[in-house]
């Protein structure tokens, strides 16, 4: 009967054992897996804060273009009041031109 209780301790000792190993491992792959979480929560935070950027250096590019498009726009409005006003002048000198004509002929005769 000893040998019989010897071996029946030693069955429940390394049962316990074995469970406390368990548990042990339980524990672990428990706080690896809050900590893989934890690194994917980070990872993705960091990931939100890089597509944030994007979108605001986007909006900025949009109000640049936007910023550009009036200016070039104005530039544009610019060179045809410019445009008209050199025709207004050709055309005042071609009156100055042919009225001097008109004296210089009337002058002749």
Do not use: P
Not at 75 to 87: A, D, I
Not at 94 to 107: G, R
């Amino acid at each position: 009967m000893a040998v019989n209780e010897i071996v029946e301790g030693v069955m429940n000792g390394l049962s316990t054992w074995l469970t406390d190993i368990e548990n042990g491992m339980s524990l672990i792959k428990d706080e690896l897996m809050d900590s893989l979480m934890q690194v994917k929560k980070e990872q993705i935070k960091q990931i939100e804060r890089i597509f944030c950027n994007y979108k605001m250096n986007i909006e900025n590019l949009h109000g640049c273009v936007d910023d550009l498009s009036a200016t070039v726009l104005a530039v544009f409005e610019g060179l045809k009041k410019t445009q008209m006003q050199v025709q207004q002048e050709a055309k005042h000198s071609q009156d100055d031109i042919e009225a001097l004509k008109d004296i210089v002929k009337l002058i002749q005769n």
